[in-house]
């Protein structure tokens, strides 16, 4: 158990709608890093959060949109669903401190496996 | 761009064997760090093993060897005595310096490995 967890863990929804995506970080993690795992296109970063801001952006759909609240959870929103939002969506966490070569474990949640029908 | 390259899309090995997974990465920082992560047929994403660019010994963790040739900008995973339950995806990821000071994670496309009794 790394201490992620994220919910729920499956979702099927159908084109067009709109989902939310909760992750809540380990305790004491003020990083939340969104990533998205497809067929095509692989593991992918999406976005970053840094103790309520938003640090980087990835490939990210403008259809999808994130935050972090007070209390470092995280929701993804993916909204006007297509069939190629179909995929494993990951949250991880982080401590984030010293410099880029430091070790800074990311810890991976279960992810939810969104399909879309 | 920072790359992260695994040109084995799928390999087997028989168990108690060792097995080579390789991971070529491209980039110009002189700071960086170095991530193998493995994912069973269940999902999740473990941490395996990681290098700094700086560290001058190659990572070691129980069965799990990082061969780390900075030169020929190769991370390549070694795994001694292979168990069956080692049969999974296994990434290789990078962290570089960034202008957005983010640790974000660049995973290769993924190795999967069969381990056959």
């Known amino acids: 158990d790394s201490g992620v967890t994220q919910t729920p863990k499956h979702l099927i929804t159908a084109t067009g709608q709109r989902v939310t995506l909760r992750c809540s970080p380990r305790s004491g993690d003020l990083s939340v890093y969104w990533y998205q795992q497809s067929l095509d296109q692989g593991l992918q970063f999406l976005i970053q959060y840094y103790n309520g801001e938003e640090r980087a952006k990835g490939n990210i759909l403008e259809r999808f949109s994130a935050q972090q609240f007070p209390d470092l959870h995280s929701e993804l929103n993916l909204s006007s669903l297509e069939l190629g939002d179909s995929a494993l969506y990951f949250c991880?966490?982080?401590?984030?401190?010293?410099?880029?070569?430091?070790?800074?474990?990311?810890?991976f949640g279960p992810g939810t496996r969104l399909t879309v029908l | 761009a920072q790359k992260i390259t695994q040109t084995q899309p799928g390999m087997f090995v028989q168990e108690k064997e060792a097995v080579t997974l390789d991971c070529t990465y491209d980039?110009?920082?002189?700071?960086?760090?170095l991530f193998w992560y493995k994912q069973p047929s269940s999902g999740e994403m473990i941490f395996l093993i990681y290098q700094g660019s700086y560290d001058e010994q190659n990572a070691t963790e129980g069965r799990y060897s990082l061969n780390f040739q900075k030169a020929r900008k190769s991370a390549n995973l070694v795994i001694s005595a292979s168990q069956l339950g080692d049969s999974a995806m296994y990434f290789c990821?990078?962290?570089?310096?960034?202008?957005?000071?983010?640790?974000?994670?660049?995973f290769g496309s993924g190795t999967r490995l069969l381990v056959r009794p």
């Open positions: 990821a990078m962290r570089e310096s960034s202008m957005d000071s983010s640790y974000k994670l660049i």
């Open positions: 980039t110009s920082d002189q700071s960086y760090g």
């Open positions: 991880a966490s982080s401590v984030d401190s010293g410099g880029v070569s430091q070790f800074n474990e990311q810890f």
